[in-house]
């Protein structure tokens, strides 16, 4: 059996700071890869939506070895929807590596990240990334990292944390600002030297606990996790300390480790490794696998409550069919509960008196992800706006508040202030930093729904808006709902040019001519308040006298196209997002006009 020295290390950070980037540059150096193979860029960011949208969704594992020392690099997300990942890997590691840009400085997720490993009792290596930039206070940022240690609450030791400056992208690592280095050799170095190899604790009874889950079609469910103390074989019989406090035997039909990106099975790891077992079909986050007869359970990772709830419905609109493969409610049950193998952060619930699946989850990235996944996988479905989860504190009702970041140019603060503060925002300080303004607020998660879109129109796209979870608040009353009405198709077929140009003057356009419609469809947004049933199928009338100049060419204005998270945003109650493989439209939850008044009157 491999008895190399064994460092575990996470590397975390807020979203953008350089995470895939450092790995990509360890993998490198670390000589994974053959001198001929080709290399992408942040290439453990292997799901398509990831490279897409340049940001980690799921955590990672990979290999390296240094001067004999094993160091198994786990690859966390940044984005706040996705911190129960963050919160379960912290415990699985000996250290961190803890990101920052070196203009930036620590963001409201950094907080969150360091807040986690210091409760651990983990002293991070600091990494300040991006002294390349023109704009670069790597110094500044120093103190106020330090600031950020002792206002967490960090003990005297790991308020004494190594700090490396660095270029990820270029793959360099430097002791002081003004010194030279043309790779990550000081960064090594301060890895081994200041974290401990894991104790060799092979002769105990096995403790193994499980912090991340996968999944295969052959193998079933798969437990990833890190063997604290003991030695775990393939083909061993095992028992399992589940959440409930139960105990179950099993046994492992396939045991690997993690050699720079590649899983290798194995026969046998040792205490401290991190380890990938099949063979236990409902295992599951933060139990413990022991020997039989010997189960002492690690203490329970406990899993992040989610904050946001939508319903996931069967499409029933008149073009259900034409473009998704799977449609049916079995599918749907079919593919959440699959979800739920691997997505820990989720819950699902069936709808009462309904064919519909209530989803909850950490924010509207993290289910606009999973719908995402589900239509490139041939889903067809309707969805409805998301709502916030209340808890109940001490009898009162609490709701989800988020911190926000703003950085916006001056002449647009006043409006953004203005709209926050309707949102029932709280400021928590404004600081002036030459023509731009930096806003701190703390915000009601439903007063954050469908803010976004308007926050870079009220920018004209030069602000930035950073949001984290917070804390639970007591409820803060009635927030503002969308101001305008939409324009509603009132039959179906197709949109044609002569109508939409008639149209404009009501509102903006969601469509373009050609486009298929149908009564119920949203086509664009009212200038009013109110819905507007239109038609714009309607075509001209046809005649044999032509009339200089009025038979030119249309001109429309080029009509606004949603994003999936801009859809969700953008739906008030009574309507839905219809999301096909093709498409995604708006449409009313009743299509039908007259039976939409009938109902806005009975309420």
């Known amino acids: 059996m ?7 290390l996470a590397v975390i950070a807020h979203v953008d700071a350089g995470k895939s980037t450092l790995v990509d540059a360890f993998l490198n150096q670390s000589g994974v890869f053959r001198e001929n193979e080709e290399v992408v860029d942040c290439i453990m960011d292997s799901n398509d939506l990831e490279r897409e949208r340049g940001i980690t969704i799921y955590s990672k594992n990979c290999a390296i070895e240094h001067n004999g020392v094993k160091i198994n690099i786990v690859d966390t997300p940044g984005h706040a929807d996705f911190s129960s990942e963050v919160e379960r890997v912290i415990k699985a590691v000996d250290s961190a590596i803890l990101i920052v840009d070196a203009s930036e400085g620590p963001m409201p997720q950094t907080r969150f990240v360091l807040k986690k490993s210091l409760e651990k009792g983990i002293k991070p290596i600091v990494f300040i990334n991006k002294i390349d930039k023109n704009n670069q206070r790597a110094e500044e940022v120093h103190d106020e990292i330090i600031d950020l240690f002792i206002e967490l609450s960090a003990d005297d030791d790991q308020l004494e944390f190594p700090v490396i400056y660095g270029i990820a992208v270029e793959g360099k690592a430097f002791y002081e600002l003004d010194h030279e ?45 890190r063997v604290y103390s003991g030695t775990i074989k393939d083909g061993q019989q ?9 105990i179950e035997k099993g046994k492992i039909t396939k045991l690997s480790v993690y050699e720079g990106l590649n899983q290798n099975a194995i026969d046998k790891a040792r205490s401290g490794e991190i380890v990938s077992i099949a063979g236990i079909p409902d295992i599951s986050i933060g139990e413990t696998v022991c020997d039989p007869g010997k189960v002492d359970p690690l203490p329970m990772i406990e899993i992040a409550e989610p904050t946001l709830a939508m319903y996931f419905l069967v499409n029933d609109s008149p073009f259900a069919g034409l473009e998704g493969e799977y449609l049916t409610t079995r ?3 079919a593919r959440l509960e699959r979800e739920l193998e691997v997505n820990v952060g989720l819950r699902v619930e069936k709808a009462e008196n309904t064919e519909a699946f209530k989803v909850s989850g950490r924010g509207e990235l ?31 009702k609490h709701e989800p508040v988020e911190k926000v970041m703003v950085e916006l140019p001056e002449k647009y603060s006043g409006t953004v202030i203005n709209k926050l503060n309707q949102r029932k925002g709280l400021m928590q300080s404004m600081l ?5 303004v930096h806003l701190e607020y ?9 803010f976004r879109s308007e926050f870079i129109n009220d920018t004209s796209g030069e602000g930035t808006l950073i949001r984290s979870f917070d804390s639970y608040e ?4 009635e927030v503002p709902r969308r101001k305008n009405g939409v324009l509603v198709s009132n039959q179906q077929g197709t949109a044609m040019g002569y109508a939409l140009s008639n149209l404009e003057a009501r509102g903006e356009m969601f469509i373009e001519p050609g486009t298929k419609v149908y009564e119920g469809m949203i086509i664009g947004l009212h200038s009013r308040d109110n819905d507007l049933a239109v038609n714009a199928c309607k075509n001209k009338k046809l005649t044999n006298v032509r009339a200089s100049g009025s038979d030119d060419s249309i001109n429309l204005a080029p009509p606004k196209k949603f994003t999936l998270e801009q859809a969700l945003e953008f739906i008030e109650d009574d309507e839905l997002v219809e999301i096909t493989p093709a498409v995604i439209r708006l449409r009313k939850k009743i299509l039908n006009e007259k039976m939409r008044l009938r109902n806005s009157k009975s309420k």
């Open 442 to 450: 703390l915000v009601p998660t439903r007063g954050l729904i469908g």
């Open 331 to 333: 599918h749907l049950k």
């Open 238 to 246: 095992v028992e399992v300390s589940k959440r409930d406090g139960s």
């Open 2 to 8: 491999d008895k190399r020295e064994i460092i575990n």
């Open 474 to 477: 007591p409820f803060k009353g």
């Open 366 to 396: 993290h289910l606009s992800i999973l719908l995402e996944n589900m239509r490139r996988e041939g889903y067809e479905l309707s969805v409805s706006k998301p709502e916030v989860l209340m808890k109940e504190i001490d009898g009162k």
């Open 181 to 225: 280095s043309d790779n990550l050799d000081p960064l090594f170095e301060t890895i081994i030297d200041s974290v401990d190899s894991y104790p060799d604790l092979d002769q105990e009874p096995l403790q193994m606990q499980v912090y991340d889950l996968a999944y295969d079609d052959y193998l079933g469910r798969i437990g990833i996790g």
């Open 432 to 436: 002036p930093e030459g023509d731009y």
